[in-house]
């Protein structure tokens, strides 16, 4: 056991040796990407970035109806957002982009590349889905964002929060705790998440009344086109994959049922939240790898 261990443990250092210039690599064509892109929608030499325009002149009166490009996300985003006002929607863009794509690459690793690749790709032959997560990101979607927070929601459960405030299907993600019985990081999960609610609330009442209101008018309806699947049935599907997940030791099921569950999904737009599911993969196998030695180490006096 421990000799297949010590192989096992120079075959992925063998690895490392690749695959870390990768992810140098990587992450260097992501900042690249979001510091170009930031720039060009700041300067507006580049058009885009609509969904970083809807966010900044974000309302929280609501449409009555849902129509394309509104604000439909609970109050906390536009009320911290309409704070950050005095820096102006050029450094805010700027610095919105260049976050976005780190957290591509912080979900993705050298895998972003195939993603930038897979954009490209798209955007010359007109295939949607390869290039989904980067047109995303090149909107402004904070969908990466959620990503990534996913998966750092492993070791650091407020963060949930975020998801939960803005695509509200990352709560599904507190299965994952609910089934191990970590009470802990779920505790802290929720209480974070009604903290921000909370003042939020406090902050403009009617806005969270307006937005409850938008959500039960609004709620089997869409500018746009969605996955032809039903929600519910999806909601389902999503919850076996994390409580399968939880039992086995899998957290990438988090971030792949979580996508699968948002309640409006366009096309291809759940592959910019499953993209997760690649750190998340590394995330189980350290904590799986940092177990792994004191039960041998629990094992040998047995021998």
């Known amino acids: 056991m421990t000799g297949r261990a010590v192989r096992v443990g120079r075959h992925v250092a063998s690895l490392g040796r690749w695959t870390e210039p990768l992810d140098r690599l990587a992450l260097y064509v992501c900042?690249?990407?979001?510091?170009?892109?930031?720039?060009?929608y700041a300067t507006g030499s580049i058009v885009g970035g609509i969904d970083a325009h809807m966010v900044w002149d974000a309302s929280t009166s609501y449409p009555t109806h849902?129509?394309?490009?509104?604000?439909?996300?609970?109050?906390?985003?536009?009320?911290?957002?309409e704070l950050i006002h005095p820096i102006?929607?050029?450094?805010?863009?700027?610095?919105?982009?260049?976050?976005?794509?780190?957290?591509?690459?912080?979900?993705?690793r050298k895998w972003s590349l195939l993603f930038v690749v897979g954009w490209l790709i798209a955007w010359r032959f007109i295939v949607v889905a390869p290039g989904a997560v980067v047109d995303a990101v090149l909107l402004?979607?904070?969908?990466?964002?959620?990503?990534?927070?996913?998966?750092?929601?492993?070791?650091w459960p407020a963060l949930y929060?975020?998801?939960?405030?803005?695509?509200?299907?990352?709560?599904?993600?507190l299965v994952w705790f609910a089934v191990r019985r970590e009470w802990r990081q779920l505790a802290i999960a929720v209480t974070v998440t009604l903290i921000v609610g909370l003042a939020s609330f406090l902050v403009d009442p009617g806005a969270w009344w307006r937005w409850?209101?938008?959500?039960?008018?609004?709620?089997?309806?869409?500018?746009?086109?969605?996955v032809p699947v039903p929600f519910a049935i999806r909601l389902l599907m999503s919850l076996g994959l994390i409580i399968w997940g939880a039992r086995t030791d899998r957290y990438w099921t988090v971030p792949i049922g979580v996508g699968w569950s948002l309640p409006a999904l366009y096309d291809w737009w759940f592959l910019s939240i499953w993209i997760g599911a690649i750190a998340?993969?590394?995330?189980?196998?350290?904590?799986?790898?940092?177990q792994r030695p004191i039960a041998i180490h629990a094992q040998a006096p047995a021998g």
């Open 88 to 108: 102006g929607y050029g450094l805010f863009v700027a610095s919105l982009m260049v976050t976005l794509f780190c957290a591509l690459w912080y979900c993705a």
């Open 31 to 40: 900042v690249a990407l979001g510091i170009g892109s930031g720039i060009g």
């Open 161 to 173: 929060s975020f998801g939960i405030l803005t695509k509200l299907a990352p709560v599904l993600g």
């Open 66 to 81: 849902w129509i394309a490009n509104a604000y439909v996300y609970p109050p906390p985003l536009a009320q911290i957002v």
């Open 140 to 155: 402004g979607n904070v969908q990466v964002l959620v990503a990534a927070a996913l998966v750092a929601g492993y070791r």
């Open 212 to 226: 409850l209101a938008f959500a039960e008018t609004n709620a089997s309806v869409s500018p746009l086109p969605l």
């Open 280 to 290: 998340a993969r590394q995330v189980t196998r350290r904590n799986v790898a940092h």
